[in-house]
């Protein structure tokens, strides 16, 4: 990252009646920083001030993102500007805390940052600036009023909004077992040779069995709403032969009946949009390309069986921290993610 000094005299217009939010993004050219750029560019209380990126400065975005081709004549660019209100860091995990440390924010520009730099409440604070967890499910009102966001990892969302109904009632009182496997986008836009297409395509694999980084910040988030939670979350993550999306199948025993199981998730989700509980069979194509989030809530003798899933690249990263910026300037949460599913 370069070291550039932001001006701390604030030149920026603020959001009237919650509209006219002007944002900037670090980090354009990859994967979260494309989906960000689509979001946005169609978002209708937005505008975008400045994309940057180091090794694209000068080019046109639709040059390296081609499907924005027709859509917007943006280009990326090598400086910073302060007239923004929002500030989104799509760049790599170290990479975030790396670019804040070189560089002066004014703390009238919120940060939404997707790495997972900020996630942890023992990392939350960097040069006074502190960091809410941004799941929108757990953490709304919190960031409602938040300077800035750590945006949750993907697998971490898709496992919290799987179990979150049961922690809230103090229910997560066994070990819990989890699968759950992601597309290739996951991986970032970096090639390496697990992404490789001739090695991922009609491929599977395991990887970080049991020790999966994002585990630390689903105990956090359990532990919030269950504070003696202390069971083993057994995590075996699978990568995948498709492009995006994650699926999630999670079981731990539990006394309840299917029905109170049911009730108890849509109760919990009535008031989040993105977030749908059914008892019927879900799959992944009905919600890639989406901001939501879909749980399937069943009971196999004493065990609770959820199912959870949701685009890694939209609710998992740029889609969510497009929500929780609708949350922090007083937009419909839905702004801008009213989003079409694949389908077929």
Partial sequence: MSNQTIDNKDTSTPPSGGRGVKAGIVGGAGYTGGEMLRILINHPNVEIVFVHSNSNAGNHVYE???????????????????????????VGHGDAKKFLEANNIPDHIKII?????????????????????????????????????????????????????????????????????????GAGQSPSATTHFTWRNDNLSVYKAFNHQHLNEIGQSLKQLQAGFDKEINFVPYRGGFTRGIIASIYTESDLTEAEALKLYQEYYAGHPFTHVTSKDIDLKQIVNTNKCFVQVKKHGNKIFIISIMDNLLKGASGQAVQNMNLMFGLDERAGLRLKATGF
């Fill in 113 to 185: 940052d997707l790495s997972q730099d900020f996630r942890l409440s023992q990392t939350s604070t960097i040069k006074g600036k502190r960091f809410v967890y941004g799941l929108p499910e757990l953490n709304r009102e919190a960031i409602k009023t938040a300077g800035n966001i750590a945006n949750p990892g993907c697998f971490a969302t898709c496992l919290q909004l799987g179990l979150l109904p049961l922690a809230g009632k103090g229910l997560l009182n066994n070990e819990v077992h989890v699968t759950a496997t992601t597309g290739s986008t």
């Fill in 64 to 90: 390296v993102h081609t499907d924005l081709f027709g859509d917007t004549d943006l280009q990326f660019a090598s400086e910073l500007s302060n007239s923004i209100d929002v500030l989104f860091l799509c």
